[in-house]
């Protein structure tokens, strides 16, 4: 079958190779580790508990799907000494075959963050805050890694309680003192969320936020989009234009939600709206290429490694369904308003079933047809399993 | 009973009196016209349907009040004939002792905006939508009022029937072009709606859009906060605080809502929220001074007048209150993370009873006691009831 | 390609083609008519004004799709003189094919419902609004309807306006005396709604208040699910469950929304979720024998033929989608909680593209492959339009 | 100055007096231990962890308040021995003057509850949920509680990995077999949780599946409203009517949200809504009776008694505020629809500054006028901390 623009003489399965040779997403080590919710973890005996299981992890996925060559790293977790576990990690790379990703600072688990961290009204603790930020720069750059990744998780779970314009402030500081650190190849992305962990108010609550400290702090400054991060309904692939119109779109936390911050695997909810993000980056000018695609989720009941391959997958198969959408076509019937016409230009690649062509690309490259499949009969779950168990039995933290 | 700040010499009945002296909200011409959902309008026999009756109207309001002294006009429903209607409505505003207020054009309401006015896919009604802000800055230039409002309802009600980017571009033409018309003294405020009419996207949905497109259109171009346009859970006076700190905060159009945009009576689901954006304001250096208030809600079962009066006198109350928080103990407070005193701080003025001294100053400064029982009582009601029922009377709309 | 449950030997084309056979979809009269917001109307040239043209349209809308063969009726504005018009409906079955659907009253519209109908404050109103609705009965017995579809509009703007408690009372008092009056073979419908007109609270506000009182009225009357009236991120496929298996579940008004009740094309924003609620219905017993599938939609601008063949079609290929679930297989994956197993299970039915198989069978039951296509080809619109355009190029009425 | 009723002799003084004499409301043991998000908890040295810690801090708020006279139990954390236990909570009971409240069974921190405890699709791990239910009945026996407080966390993450059905019949099981061990004056109270933990489905989502479920189980069944577990914008006060009218209304969790299930302090966010809540049960002629009041509350920042006692004072204000209410010139307000004067009547009892009467009635009832700031004034805080803060300064647990 061929589905084929008017314009263009690429064959469907030409354009779905083409999408999926171009198609990488970033995993994260924290995904490969037993993480749950507030009233407690569901532990795996295969979870991950070095940054040596994660980087094994990362690698057998990657050996899977072709697609996820680097693995983002969480300083505090897996490198608890800061820039001097880099050599470690260089090592882990050489050893492994996949290399390091965003590197992610981390603002809120100390005991001195109850109030914040960067925007903490403690000025020594603040300080401390930057200094993270600061040493998470420097890891970076010792490991050729672009991003550093911002999640801030500041914010006061009461009105009255803390100062909002101060507090904005604090972030602006905060940005710029760390922007200043970045070397030419580096970038800082800021993630930005509407709730949790704090209740009342976050400081870097919506895409407007985020880009404002981003425009502050300086040129190496993009804004990320985690889709869980909204409020109900938003619409986010309108959100994506506006931020690569203003070449401020860094790179995006996927994963999908149906009341909160979730972190359900990628379209597992609602795949449409990734399709719909995917669509809006491919009809831009270069709108992947600054764009960082990275997972970030928390696979509570899911086996670990079963449920990244699965996350990569799902997500090679709705950008192949976006890579199918006939651009020139839908922009001639938007501009006449032929609405139905037009809907059903953009859904038209949605129902293509990709899966049999995303089956041949993966032949075609080496890869098995069928990467849960593999994953759940080559043994290697057995083996870590068997490695890891003993580790992973210990007793876990109540709620109360 | 003396509520008192550590520093502060002044008494509460001070500060009430104080605040009640500086403080103004706007009324909107259509506040006094029927209106409706999209189910139905319930037809009111004091309903204003001439611009003279509305007028009239916002003077009885502000004879009770003493606080609104301007009144919203809207382009299409009060200056039908444009720029040449503007001596009318000077007549008005001396015969009625009340001043024109804030411009507001109509983009929604003509069948050519089907798709969209300055974000139709059309050229054509694009300049046509665009010559109608242009009219609206020089209607608002000869009747000396600053601000021209601008609520932009395009959108699109589908995934995939309209561009969102090349729509982007249009609103910064649009919005560089109406600028450029602003005489010295005037400012354009920019409205922003994440839903409704249309359904799947709206143009401005949220303030980071409505920023962006003030701040590339120029000086004169500030962000207008409705509140009922929001997602739900939003922290609507963070975004304030934010606004604020960008020099780019031009008003508010006030009005409450449990869902949507329900357009009700301000304080009237959610008191606590008004009280607490009145707190920013206060807090802020200078954040009284640029921000127009605004009421824009629809009354479609409670009586026109009563409506407004109630809504005039529900907001000094609750800016009353406002203006008693200690807000130099309350920043004390907040440095030391004193989270429950804080806290406590904030909400004892919003527990303190205002009402008997906002009645206080009600008869210092000449007015009843009362105003909403003077309404029912002074014959103005029935004198309007008794002109403008027959006109009141004629068929509505039915919904299919 | 053979989609093949394990236990199964029907070919996913067999599967498909028995979906197809037994599936029928009712289309609303008012869905043929001009309808907007509470800010205008866009009015299109082939709009229906009289019930004959939505008879016409309706019969067109099923020659299409040959799944189509019902109308819902309107009461007040199909049946203007009630059951004295019954014949007429009669006559107009007769020449278009079409049956007379459910029976809708209309409880919104009358001025004297501005305090609501049957739980009105007046006695009176609510006596006049009871017989309104005992009216509809009789006419759905005059046409052989089976079904009177209760949507209640009352509810109350602001908190204490109104005693919702005493008007539980009156809901109970005129479900109970409506119940009274239906035939053997009818059937009461009674719909629920969290916002929208009212703005406060809306008196049946969702499924439990319908369910506790189609309890109290009797065995004859059901709840019906309008998937647009929901709260955001509620699991509707769960209340399906629910209401299945309290025996209760009468039907639904399908349409789809992004943030209150929008009336969109059926699976327009999330079309997982159409899918997910025809599984439940699937695989339950008898989940199809009693469950009214009906469209409620509002295509304020889409083209209203295109759209409602559109919105037949995209049910048809989600209702097929659906019964390609391997249930047996799924039900055994779920009591072993193989998680991504049984994800994939289900999603691999969604994934699936039916439409060739979808066309095969349109032609092999002498139907034309594509309806939308073919609705733009066979002149019926430009028919319609030359018909119909003089008397939509009236007036409309104005927001204020 | 009086606020009185028209046919009431009652000054507001007496109304106060009576409303607070008759007030009482339960706080949780787990209120006083140390809980936090997913992303960690702030430990506080105060914070209790042995049962007696927690008897102690319950007499303490009991002590400054005069309204908290019963602890509710967990029945893991409180008494980890089961029905063993109950000996040493009755010497508590003696020794602490505060007595066993509600007794909460704990279905979700056991790792065999992974896929669910009463709805596992293990048979054996649904039988071992049942008999903790079964064993937490036993334990209320022999503590003369008379509650049993469930609240079921048992859902699924991702569509389709459960049996939505076949969960129902699984609850309806449990449910049963539980109330079928209560004694005579024995109840059951059944929460809903729309969200969370699980993602995609909770199994008891909303007040309409708990009421089907009480119902079901028998007459000594109830639901347990929490209020922080609906969806945003859901009118609380509602369903707190139609309980009410179902006579099926157990009891509350009180606490507040932004948000998701925040667990805030009550009022703290929307305290209107609260106020709204106590009028729908002040208006009910035996609203009070049945209705058990409990803070559920999760204070991770706030001190823990500290924010205990503000709760505590915070219900009674917002309940002496709804004392105030004139129902019977409200009921004939609302009767005439004349909404804004029903609507000022309503909030005129919330705006009455209720504060100096609560401090008479505590200085009558031989408590201090102040209870927070005796609270930090006493020396129970400095006492308990020094005590307690070495157990709390272990390490906690990580969020990966």
């Given at each position: 079958m061929v589905f084929q623009g008017r314009n263009e003489m690429k064959t469907t399965d030409e354009k779905i190779f083409e999408a999926l040779d171009g198609f990488a997403i970033e995993i994260p080590s924290w995904g490969f580790a037993n993480t749950g919710t507030r009233f407690g973890k569901f532990v795996q005996a295969e979870a991950a508990t070095s940054i040596e299981e994660k980087f094994a992890d990362a690698a057998q996925v990657h050996a899977l799907t072709g697609a996820s060559p680097t693995l983002a790293l969480h300083v505090l977790w897996d490198l608890p000494h800061g820039v001097s576990d880099a050599p470690l990690i260089q090592a882990l790379q050489q050893k492994y075959g996949v290399r390091a990703g965003s590197i992610n600072p981390n603002l809120f688990q100390d005991?001195?963050?109850?109030?914040?961290?960067?925007?903490?009204?403690?000025?020594?603790?603040?300080?401390?805050?930057?200094?993270?930020?600061?040493?998470s720069v420097e890891i970076a750059r010792r490991l050729d890694s672009r991003d550093v990744s911002l999640w801030i998780a500041d914010g006061s779970n009461?009105?009255?309680?803390?100062?909002?314009?101060?507090?904005?402030?604090?972030?602006?500081?905060?940005?710029?003192?760390?922007?200043?650190?970045?070397?030419?190849?580096?970038?800082?992305?800021?993630?930005?969320?509407?709730?949790?962990?704090?209740?009342?108010?976050?400081?870097?609550?919506?895409?407007?936020?985020?880009?404002?400290?981003?425009?502050?702090?300086?040129?190496?400054?993009?804004?990320l989009v985690d889709t869980g991060h909204h409020y109900q309904a938003q619409n986010i692939e309108q959100i994506v234009a506006w931020l690569l119109r203003?070449?401020?779109?860094?790179?995006?936390h996927f994963n999908d939600r149906r009341y909160a911050d979730d972190d359900l695997t990628i379209g597992s909810i609602d795949p449409y709206q990734v399709f719909r993000i995917f669509h809006e980056l491919l009809s831009h000018p270069y709108g992947l290429k600054q764009t960082a695609?990275?997972?970030?989720?928390?696979?509570?009941?899911?086996?670990?490694?079963?449920?990244?391959?699965?996350?990569?997958?799902?997500?090679?198969?709705?950008?192949?369904?976006?890579?199918?959408?006939?651009?020139?076509?839908?922009?001639?019937?938007?501009?006449?308003a032929r609405l139905v016409?037009?809907?059903?230009?953009?859904?038209?690649?949605?129902?293509?079933?990709?899966?049999?062509?995303?089956?041949?690309?993966?032949?075609?490259?080496?890869?098995?047809?069928?990467?849960?499949?593999?994953?759940?009969?080559?043994?290697?779950?057995?083996?870590?399993?068997?490695e890891r168990r003993e580790r992973n039995s210990g007793s876990v933290s109540s709620y109360a």
């Open positions: 005991q001195k963050y109850k109030h914040g961290s960067i925007c903490n009204p403690s000025a020594e603790v603040r300080q401390m805050a930057i200094q993270h930020l600061v040493d009461y009105p009255g309680t803390q100062s909002i314009p101060r507090r904005i402030d604090y972030l602006m500081e905060a940005m710029a003192a760390t922007h200043a650190k970045l070397g030419p190849e580096q970038r800082m992305l800021i993630e930005y969320k509407p709730f949790e962990p704090a209740f009342y108010h976050t400081d870097i609550a919506d895409w407007g936020m985020a880009l404002l400290l981003a425009r502050h702090a300086g040129a190496k400054a993009f804004v203003e070449d401020a779109l860094g790179g995006f695609f990275m997972i970030d989720q928390s696979h509570n009941l899911k086996g670990k490694l079963e449920a990244m391959v699965q996350s990569v997958c799902g997500a090679q198969e709705l950008f192949a369904k976006a890579a199918l959408i006939d651009q020139e076509r839908l922009a001639e019937l938007q501009k006449d016409e037009a809907e059903e230009c953009l859904r038209s690649a949605f129902w293509f079933d990709v899966r049999p062509v995303v089956r041949a690309w993966r032949r075609s490259r080496g890869l098995r047809e069928d990467p849960l499949e593999e994953l759940r009969t080559n043994g290697y779950l057995e083996k870590v399993r068997a």
